[in-house]
């Protein structure tokens, strides 16, 4: 996309994530989910990244693939100018110290039988980052953090609620003062009074501790909300990318004005006069994708040359990318 | 007009090993004949135990403690929970449709024989002609090559596909009632918009009332005439859509509203505004309005006095709160 730059804090290029699909005794390699097919973004430090798409597009992969839990298939993944898409796992574990994750489920992303406290402070073991007295006062330090009770570290998570246990793995993510946080659809299991009250502790804590995220979810109202930049995916690509004011402003390709349109406005007023671009079809397979754009037999604008060629992710102006031949 | 579907003073409790969970506490909706409703709260509301009250599908521990339930005048509560009064009504005169389609179809049937069913047993059809209306029905929610894969598993469909042989089923005894619980909350969001505009274009072209239950306010802003918001077991504000929405008059229903971040919203523009606390224990309710811990407009009478009662605001406009909120706050 561009030439490394000093604030880049990652630089993704050229990413591609295929899982094997095997077959029979002899596990005969049949054909490839392609989960992540061909992706370039960055990651400018200290700005929230939102990677929005619906379920199957690849954004989890492509979150995964930077905390490194996946070996990439093709491309580079560099964090802070160092490539770690092919080091091992001993060159990684100072790597990983740097990057923290936040995932989805509270209830299912938390050991049951360990306590609160003892789960914030796995990463500090991991990382020999002191002794006992020491880790205590981090924790206690990071339970008023994410506004816990320093008095429930001895407590195990089923006794927390639901917005509870996801500030202990936001306690988590951040033990080990990482510079980058993964955040994976981090308040969709969560009730909707509640969700708000997770968006503004991940803002607050951004700016005292001057993190970077990665902004993963479904949900393009929440994203638009806490992200500089937004990349859009779709079926292992991303469709466009750029400001969070821009993309809604002027969204330019057909498949994210169709996921903008299908986003429900909480205005009776707005949301019966608007016009609503309901997609025709289903995602294709990711195993099997269309040649060409991979939107382009769901789209409204689709032209024969949109089967024939892989339109590149282009900038139009002002840091606006969009991979379309239409627009 | 008459309301088709009337719930009166319901009151739905489980008696657990922990105590009594008080989880429908007196509550009453309506919904006119061809009229689109939204039944709003968050999990725990009671929303849900509500509509499988209406259809008694309560299990122990669980029991209807009181209330009626109106279909057509009649009291359907009366009728034996498993005589056959009640199957008549169950999925032949009011329908449902669930949330998870994976877990409310049967994955070992195909779903020609799910479909059939109903059929056959509603409407007396035989095997054939129950065959061709099921395909019918596919045709209808917008199935491809429905009488292709009408002999198809669960499985073999996606998540879309599945909640569109949900909605087929639903239609397939011509109810006059259908409520549908959380019919788009497992699928992604173009999904949901193609899932809605289908619902809504069947209900409205078949006249069959519809009650949409749901955690999501946006969900059912562009659809429905109006709206029950619920908490902690109890209806806390009611009203047609566009009056919730601009003149919302419950400080749960403002909190909700303020709480979401919008389409649109500049970054850093506007600090979301949770509601601060959780929800009650429905098993230790206080005596006084459940919300008033995390309430922000409170006054020294909420502490005094026990849960106050619907009381009217303006026209079909209710909310259950002694603060006069001021309109267009």
Same mark, same amino acid.
């Given at each position: 996309?561009?030439?490394?730059?000093?604030?880049?804090?990652?630089? #993704?290029?050229?990413?591609?994530?295929?899982?094997?699909?095997?077959?029979?005794?002899?596990?005969?390699?049949?054909?490839?989910?392609?989960?992540?097919?061909?992706?370039?973004?960055?990651?400018?430090?200290?700005?929230?990244?939102?990677?929005?798409?619906e379920s199957g597009c690849g954004k989890t992969t492509t979150g995964r693939c930077i905390l490194r839990l996946y070996r990439p298939t093709e491309g580079t993944i560099s964090f802070n100018g160092d490539d770690i898409s092919h080091m091992r796992e001993k060159e990684l574990k100072p790597v990983r110290r740097n990057m923290g994750a936040i995932f989805q489920d509270p209830f299912s992303s938390l050991?049951?039988?360990?306590?609160?406290?003892?789960?914030?402070?796995?990463?500090?073991? =991991?990382?020999?980052?002191?002794?006992?007295?020491?880790?205590?006062?981090?924790?206690?330090?990071?339970?008023?953090?994410?506004?816990?009770?320093?008095?429930?570290?001895?407590?195990?998570?089923? &006794?927390f609620s639901g917005g509870q246990r996801q500030r202990i793995g936001i306690a988590r993510a951040l033990a080990c003062r990482p510079s980058l946080v993964i955040c994976d659809e981090p308040i969709s299991a969560l009730d909707v009074s509640i969700q708000a009250q997770i968006i503004n502790l991940l803002e607050e804590l951004q700016e005292e501790l001057g993190l970077t995220y990665l902004f993963i979810a479904h949900d393009l109202a929440v994203v638009q909300h806490i992200s500089d930049r937004v990349a859009v995916m779709y079926l292992g690509r991303i469709m466009e990318l750029t400001s969070s004011e821009e993309l809604y402003e002027n969204p330019l390709h057909p498949y994210t004005r169709a996921l903008l349109s299908a986003i429900p406005i909480p205005n009776?007023?707005? &949301?019966?006069?608007?016009?609503?671009?309901?997609?025709?079809? &289903?995602?294709?397979?990711?195993?099997?994708?269309?040649?060409?754009?991979?939107?382009?037999p769901r789209c409204e604008l689709a032209i024969n040359d949109c089967s024939v060629g892989v339109p590149p992710l282009r900038d139009i102006g002002g840091g606006h990318y969009v991979s379309c031949l239409r627009v | 007009m008459a309301p088709v579907l009337e719930i009166q003073n319901l009151t739905t409790n489980f008696y657990t090993e922990y105590g009594t969970v008080k989880a429908v506490d007196g509550v009453s909706y309506y919904v006119d004949e061809g009229e689109i409703i939204g039944l709003v709260g968050e999990s725990g509301c009671g929303k849900s135990v509500?509509? @499988?009250?209406?259809?008694?599908?309560?299990?122990?521990?669980?029991?209807?403690?009181? %209330?009626? =339930?109106?279909?057509?005048?009649?009291?359907?509560?009366?009728?034996?929970?498993?005589?056959?009064?009640m199957s008549a009504i169950r999925g032949g005169k009011i329908a449902m449709i669930f949330q998870e389609p994976m877990t409310s179809l049967n994955p070992v049937l195909s779903i020609c024989r799910q479909l059939t069913e109903a059929l056959e047993i509603h409407l007396d059809m035989d095997i054939q002609s129950a065959r061709d209306r099921a395909i019918e029905l596919l045709h209808m929610v917008g199935l491809p090559e429905a009488a292709r894969r009408i002999d198809d598993f669960p499985h073999q469909f996606s998540g879309g596909m599945r909640q569109r042989v949900m909605i087929a089923m639903a239609l397939s005894c011509n109810p006059s009632v259908i409520?549908?619980?959380?019919?788009?909350?497992?699928?992604? =969001?173009?999904?949901?918009?193609?899932? @809605?505009?289908?619902?809504?274009?069947?209900?409205?072209?078949?006249?069959?009332?519809?009650?949409?239950?749901?955690?999501?306010?946006?969900? #059912?802003?562009?659809?429905?005439?109006?709206?029950? #918001?619920?908490?902690?077991?109890?209806?806390? /504000?009611?009203?047609?859509? /566009? &009056?919730?929405?601009?003149?919302?008059?419950?400080?749960?229903?403002? %909190?909700?509203?303020?709480? #979401?971040?919008?389409?649109? /919203?500049?970054?850093?523009?506007?600090?979301?505004?949770?509601?601060?606390g959780m929800p009650p224990d429905l098993i230790f309710m206080p005596p006084t309005c459940a919300f008033l811990p995390r309430c922000t407009y409170k006054i020294e009478r909420c502490r005094e006095e026990p849960w106050p009662a619907l009381r009217q605001v303006g026209e079909k406009h209710y909310t259950a709160c002694f603060v006069d909120i001021g309109e267009k706050e």
């Open positions: 996309m561009s030439e490394a730059k000093n604030d880049h804090i990652v630089e #993704v290029q050229h990413l591609k994530m295929y899982f094997p699909i095997t077959r029979g005794l002899l596990r005969r390699h049949v054909g490839d989910i392609k989960a992540v097919d061909d992706i370039s973004f960055f990651i400018k430090n200290k700005e929230t990244l939102g990677l929005v798409g050991n049951p039988r360990q306590t609160a406290g003892s789960i914030i402070s796995d990463p500090l073991k =991991v990382h020999n980052m002191g002794n006992k007295s020491e880790m205590d006062d981090i924790i206690a330090r990071l339970f008023k953090m994410v506004g816990l009770d320093p008095r429930m570290t001895d407590r195990v998570p089923h &006794e009776p007023k707005i &949301e019966r006069t608007r016009h609503r671009i309901v997609l025709k079809g &289903e995602v294709p397979s990711p195993a099997n994708p269309p040649p060409g754009c991979h939107f382009h | 509500s509509v @499988l009250s209406a259809m008694q599908l309560i299990q122990t521990p669980g029991r209807i403690d009181s %209330g009626r =339930v109106l279909f057509k005048g009649e009291d359907i509560l009366k009728y034996d929970s498993k005589g056959e009064k409520i549908a619980d959380e019919p788009t909350t497992a699928v992604d =969001v173009t999904t949901q918009a193609q899932l @809605l505009e289908l619902m809504n274009d069947l209900v409205t072209r078949l006249h069959t009332s519809l009650i949409i239950v749901t955690h999501n306010l946006g969900v #059912v802003a562009r659809y429905v005439q109006r709206i029950y #918001v619920m908490y902690a077991g109890r209806i806390v /504000e009611s009203g047609p859509a /566009e &009056e919730i929405f601009e003149n919302p008059r419950h400080p749960y229903t403002i %909190g909700l509203m303020r709480s #979401v971040p919008r389409l649109g /919203e500049k970054r850093g523009s506007r600090k979301l505004i949770p509601i601060d």
